[in-house]
């Protein structure tokens, strides 16, 4: 397979500096570092991918051959494939010579799973949407309060990134213990407790962040919200949380829906719901009316003599579903509205009506008593 250009593996142009570079390929093995994605095989491709980029951009030397003739100027360096340094280097070796640009954040070596990676926490926040943006899905752009990246000291914590290898664990995070049991010698290994198992300790305390590396400051968050989610829905967006500490991985953000209840229509799953009242008149002689829909409104036909709990279908006229194809219904229960004050005039042309046959209720004639309308609406 090919190679990709390692300026556009690394996102940066020829012109770009070196602490350019350094800044680019950090953010991308943050990004697909191997102990963030245990369950994506090719994040660890896409972050040897970006290691070699940077083991050859990152000298003056290789760069300036790279920039001569390609890859196949790089000879051993660059046809190994996506890993292929010159050598071999494996994952390890990834760690060892590139552990430094992280400030303490990733192991080396054989210390590579012993130092701890740290974890930004996880931010919970509630996002309110209104039937339209339910049915249609939608986009969020909102403010938060969070911990970001220190920007002076990369979020490594150390000014000029000046830290060295903890002298109690030698810069494996991990300290070893010899016990003498009735069994024999036993070995243990703990996190060194100066280190906090991340194998570094800070020199210089950047100024800005005090040697934390993250800094609490207003962050502006896209979120794009899918179709068909229902309150209380809890949707995660991944590396939206709190930065990690000393250059560890962020943490995800956690969105709350919260439904704004519409004006006319009642949501139930991927149906809706209108209640529509029709007078006594437009009930019998039928009419047409216009109802709401989601985002408009639509025409329906009464038919004459149509009777109170009737309820007319309009297929998919409802919301979709998040996990599944298609919308739902809008449903409408027709209520014929009895009137509660007439004049003489009116009352009068209802008394000659009284006793005509078609005014006689008759449920065992065209009109169905309220089980078998539900019985016939579900079958």
Not at 27 to 55: R, T
Not at 161 to 176: A, E, I
Not at 286 to 312: H, M, N, R, Y
Request: glycine share 14%.
């Amino acid at each position: 397979m090919a190679k990709r250009d390692f300026y556009e593996v690394l996102g940066v142009s020829k012109g770009a500096t070196e602490s350019e570079i350094k800044k680019s390929y950090r953010k991308l093995a943050l990004k697909f570092h191997p102990d963030k994605n245990p369950d994506d095989p090719s994040a660890e491709e896409k972050f040897k991918e970006a290691a070699e980029a940077y083991d050859v951009l990152s000298s003056s030397e290789k760069k300036q051959r790279y920039d001569q003739f390609g890859h196949a100027g790089m000879g051993g360096a660059a046809g190994g494939g996506a890993g292929g340094f010159s050598g071999g280097m494996n994952m390890d070796d990834i760690f060892n010579q590139f552990g430094d640009i992280f400030g303490g954040g990733f192991g080396g070596g054989g210390g590579r799973r012993g130092r701890r990676v740290n974890r930004g926490s996880n931010l919970r926040v509630k996002v309110k949407l209104n039937l339209e943006d339910v049915a249609n899905g939608v986009q969020k752009k909102i403010k938060v309060n969070k911990f970001i990246s220190c920007d002076p000291c990369e979020g490594s914590g150390a000014e000029n990134g000046s830290y060295s290898d903890c002298g109690t664990c030698g810069g494996t995070g991990q300290v070893t213990r010899i016990q003498n049991t009735i069994l024999g010698q036993m070995q243990t290994a703990s996190t060194c407790p100066t280190c906090g198992g991340e194998g570094r300790s800070i020199n210089n305390k950047c100024k800005s962040c005090y040697g934390d590396g993250i800094l609490r400051k207003d962050e502006v968050v896209t979120i794009d919200i899918p179709a068909g989610v229902e309150e209380g829905m809890q949707l995660s967006v991944s590396g939206k949380g709190n930065a990690g500490p000393r250059g560890g991985v962020p943490g995800d953000m956690l969105v709350v829906i919260e439904e704004i209840p519409h004006e006319d229509l009642v949501r139930d799953g991927q149906n809706l719901y209108y209640d529509l009242y029709l007078n006594f008149a437009d009930a019998t002689l039928g009419t047409t009316v216009e109802i709401p829909t989601v985002s408009s409104k639509a025409k329906i036909k009464i038919s004459e003599g149509t009777q109170s709990g009737k309820i007319l279908r309009l297929k998919g006229k409802g919301v979709p579903g998040i996990n599944s194809y298609g919308n739902g219904d809008l449903l409408v229960n027709i209520n014929v509205w009895t009137p509660q004050e007439l004049t003489k005039e009116e009352k009068s042309a209802l008394e000659s009506f009284r006793e005509s046959e078609n005014f006689k209720p008759s449920p065992t004639g065209k009109e169905k008593s309220f089980f078998n309308r539900v019985k016939e609406f579900f079958n």
